[in-house]
């Protein structure tokens, strides 16, 4: 008898044995947007589009007061009028719009980082690591995410940045909750096992399976709590928490037009009518949950 023969394998031929690495994450990728989340992209577009370029397009400043033109009707001169000080509403329209919904991105991106870092840890690591993790994000919603921005806001009131450290800290527990559940399937699916076995190290991991997989979400994601923030931000401005006159704000405008609302409508209507576009956005980029 002769010996049994010890088979040996080189890296190639495992390699070629394996399937590619990056059309498990591929295969579990999520479907094409519906017509309802395309029409909420370009929703929430336009509007964003509105924010950057409207108040270079409408020229006025928007705290110039001209008291001999209060409340003005719509016009060739003013199109949405003007207010009980005679400023243009349509200028204090655009830069409120830019102020809320530029701000809102700069803390839902903010949050974002911290948010899918800090989930794809805990995933990871799991063990005494994640559940530490746990025990803060815990911590974070126990306390309704309006009151949180409000009590950082107390600390410098009127300041626009405890506004804006208010929101972020208040949504990165969003990201956290979304990437630790959806990074725990992909670490344990075959392709991350095979990259593994391989020797591939965690960078490569990182960028060809669980970036391709947390992606299509975090866009949707970061789409929805900047709408909330936004949300945020006209709630806090309405009830005189948040930005301070003169500066433009949506909620803040709401309430400048309220003492006016029969003689001059026009007024109220403008910024609720942003603030239900941009509601209807973020409805529709919701993604459509599948029945059972």
């Given at each position: 008898m002769t010996a049994p023969?010890?088979?040996?394998?080189?890296?190639?031929?495992?390699?070629?044995a394996t399937p590619p690495l990056s059309r498990p994450s591929m295969g579990t990728a999520k479907p094409a947007a519906s017509?309802?989340?395309?029409?909420?992209?370009?929703?929430?577009?336009?509007?964003?589009?509105?924010?950057?370029?409207g108040p270079w397009l409408v020229g006025a400043s928007p705290i110039e007061q001209n008291l001999r033109n209060q409340l003005a009707h719509p016009g060739a001169a003013h199109w949405l009028g003007t207010d009980v000080l005679g400023r243009s509403w349509l200028a204090r329209l655009a830069h409120a719009t830019q102020l809320s919904l530029g701000m809102a991105l700069l803390a839902a991106l903010s949050a974002a980082v911290p948010g899918t870092l800090l989930g794809v840890l805990a995933a990871w690591r799991g063990g005494?690591?994640?559940?530490?993790?746990?025990?803060?994000?815990?911590?974070v919603l126990a306390i309704p995410g309006l009151l949180l921005v409000l009590l950082i806001a107390a600390l410098a009131p009127g300041q626009l940045w405890a506004l804006y450290v208010g929101m972020a800290t208040a949504l990165w527990v969003e990201y956290f909750r979304v990437c630790r559940a959806m990074a725990r399937p992909v670490l344990a699916?075959?392709?991350?096992?095979?990259?593994?076995?391989?020797?591939?190290?965690?960078?490569y991991v990182l960028r060809r399976h669980l970036l391709p997989a947390l992606a299509p979400t975090l866009g949707t994601l970061l789409a929805f709590t900047t709408a909330q923030a936004v949300l945020a931000l006209a709630a806090l401005g309405f009830v005189g928490v948040g930005a301070q006159a003169p500066t433009a704000e949506l909620g803040l405008m709401i309430t400048e037009a309220m003492p006016y609302y029969e003689e001059a409508p026009w007024l109220i209507a403008a910024p609720t009518a942003v603030l239900l576009w941009l509601v209807a956005a973020m409805m529709l980029i919701q993604p459509e949950r599948e029945a059972a």
């Open positions: 023969h010890t088979m040996t394998t080189t890296p190639a031929e495992v390699a070629a017509w309802q989340q395309r029409t909420g992209l370009v929703l929430m577009g336009l509007l964003a589009l509105w924010a950057l370029l005494r690591t994640e559940r530490m993790l746990l025990m803060l994000a815990d911590a699916g075959d392709a991350v096992q095979a990259s593994r076995l391989l020797g591939f190290g965690r960078a």
